[in-house]
């Protein structure tokens, strides 16, 4: 084993683990670019060739290994099923069927966890507890239980030692991410190293129970008083890092749609109910839950809902509020220029062709114009234009991919129910009220306000950096980043060359070495050759037949 892989990546049977399941589900080919193949045993690579499986679409081979690697590759999968800014369409659509199975931990260590985290016996915390927990995932287990005062709560229980397998996981992910960066040169352009940094970070988030408590406080605050939503109520007392503890809420998972229909709820004001919460969320509080499968969504007998799991949230500042209205308006509107506007103004990255992204969107609206307002599929339309930002390298923040991603899961659901709902319907009123208020003075006055205070701020910091700026170029210690493609193959051509040259000089000297010590060299002999001119000819085969292989290699490429 090389000593920068033992460097590198701490458990080396894990390490062999993944490499023998990747090898197995038919990424060999990845293995050789990225120089691992020889460290999957040889009886491995003689018997996976027997059970090769016959579906080769890349997504669905993908979707399989992060299956069987467990937990944390199954959290990986699931980050890059909402996130169509960091993996293709098809690769989304394919990881959304990932199943988070996992067997469940012993009540004993449950147990365990709690008194240890709490500081006090079962019996002293809880009137009643139940041993067989209401739901499993790959970080925790939720029970059932009564508080001594009655409270009907939900405790959540990280499992044991998953942050250490966790943490190993990452770190053999960031590995092979480097690797991949470095030899292929298809998979470099998804920046593999940022989508396993963002992983690690999502991650460390939803193991500390902690934030997701204060993430819970806030919707609590946010949408108390509310008729139509639910939050559950945070025991703080009762949580810690490893244990969450949370009001219990009674209702049916709104992926239950024959429960729902059995108990004749009313579907549409659900739904209704269910897009005001999650526009009222990314508009008026400016944070939303980023995690909206229907799970996490609970309807109740009134048809109101509630939110639960709090892990993982977004954030909606006024100005990327004011983007998503612009974009959200522009699709409705179908107008195009108010699409591609809001969309550049986010950011483009250098080289975006501008007039290809133009037309890119301009097919997509042309193709609603004629069509009536309530039979537009905004979920289609947002994941479209989703796509072709990925394609385009433009800087849409993850915030708003997040809210794209619940809308688009929300109408899903509502179409799997209703195949006549229209989003649109329900959505335009809203955003038609949010424009209204932009119109309104009191806003226009606040907003003028804080451009003033902008403004304000850079002219005061203008005359520094200005006089930093200057005294760097009268000093010759600006740097200016320039980034050329030719330029770079220009400098390895260069610098090939000059390694072949120095390789060719070598040679040459040691065949000539070699040539004048078999005249004059006495002592002991190699194939009637002088030891140490038979030593420098030897060396001088070895290469010059380094060098022939490299020059083939070269010519194959570019075949």
């Not at 420098?536 to 010519?555: D, G, H, Q, T, Y």
Request: charged share 30%; hydrophobic share 45%; net charge positive.
């Amino acid at each position: 084993m090389p000593f920068h892989l033992i460097k590198e990546v701490r458990d080396i049977k894990r390490f062999n683990r993944i490499l023998a399941v990747l090898f197995e589900e038919g990424f060999d080919f990845l293995l050789s670019r990225i120089k691992l193949k020889h460290n999957v045993p040889i009886t491995k690579r003689l018997t996976s060739k027997l059970k090769k499986s016959e579906d080769k679409k890349p997504e669905v081979m993908l979707r399989r290994t992060l299956e069987r690697l467990g937990p944390t590759f199954i959290k990986l999968g699931q980050l890059l099923s909402v996130r169509p800014d960091l993996a293709p369409k098809e690769y989304c659509k394919e990881l959304e069927k990932l199943q988070d199975n996992v067997p469940e931990f012993p009540f004993n260590e449950a147990k365990s966890i709690i008194e240890k985290e709490l500081g006090k016996s079962m019996g002293q915390l809880f009137l009643h507890f139940e041993k067989k927990p209401i739901a499993s995932a790959s970080i925790s287990q939720v029970y059932r239980a009564v508080l001594k005062n009655g409270d009907k709560v939900a405790v959540k229980i990280q499992r044991p030692d998953v942050r250490r397998i966790m943490e190993t996981d990452i770190e053999i992910m960031i590995y092979f991410a480097k690797l991949l960066e470095r030899n292929v040169e298809r998979v470099r352009m998804f920046n593999p190293s940022k989508i396993v940094n963002e992983f690690k970070e999502w991650t460390e988030r939803e193991l500390d129970f902690r934030l997701e408590a204060r993430n819970a406080g806030r919707f609590y605050q946010n949408f108390r008083g509310s008729r139509t939503v639910r939050i559950p109520k945070v025991y703080d007392d009762l949580s810690t890092e490893r244990v969450l503890t949370l009001e219990f809420i009674e209702g049916t998972e709104l992926h239950n749609i024959s429960e729902i229909k059995k108990r004749k709820l009313d579907f549409n004001k659900i739904m209704k109910n269910g897009f005001d919460a999650v526009f009222t969320q990314v508009f008026v509080h400016g944070i939303f839950h980023a995690d909206p499968h229907p799970g996490n969504i609970i309807i109740m007998g009134d048809n109101s809902i509630a939110f639960v799991d709090f892990g993982i949230v977004g954030y909606f500042d006024e100005k990327l509020k004011n983007k998503c209205v612009d974009l959200l308006y522009g699709i409705v509107e179908q107008n195009e220029e108010l699409v591609v506007s809001t969309l550049t103004s986010m950011g483009m990255e250098n080289g975006t062709d501008y007039d290809q992204l133009n037309a890119d969107i301009g097919f997509i609206i042309q193709r609603l114009q004629g069509s009536q307002i309530k039979d537009i599929k905004i979920s289609r339309v947002l994941e479209e234009i989703l796509d072709i930002a990925l394609k385009h390298k433009l800087k849409v923040p993850a915030s708003f991919v997040l809210f794209g991603k619940t809308i688009i899961i929300l109408e899903g659901v509502a179409l799997e129910y209703d195949p006549n709902f229209k989003i649109v319907e329900t959505a335009k009123p809203f955003i038609e009220r949010i424009i209204a208020k932009r119109k309104n003075p009191v806003y226009m006055l606040r907003s003028f306000a804080h451009s003033i205070e902008r403004y304000k701020k850079f002219a005061e910091e203008f005359p520094e950096k200005a006089e930093r700026a200057l005294d760097k170029i009268q000093r010759g210690t600006i740097k200016v980043d320039i980034e050329d493609t030719d330029i770079k193959k220009l400098a390895l051509e260069i610098d090939r060359s000059s390694n072949r040259v120095a390789y060719g000089l070598l040679i040459a000297a040691l065949l000539i070495t070699s040539a004048i010590l078999i005249n004059i060299e006495k002592g002991p002999t190699i194939l009637g050759i002088p030891f140490l001119a038979f030593f420098s000819f030897f060396f001088a085969s070895v290469f010059a037949f380094i060098l022939f292989v490299s020059i083939l290699r070269e010519k194959f490429r570019h075949w």
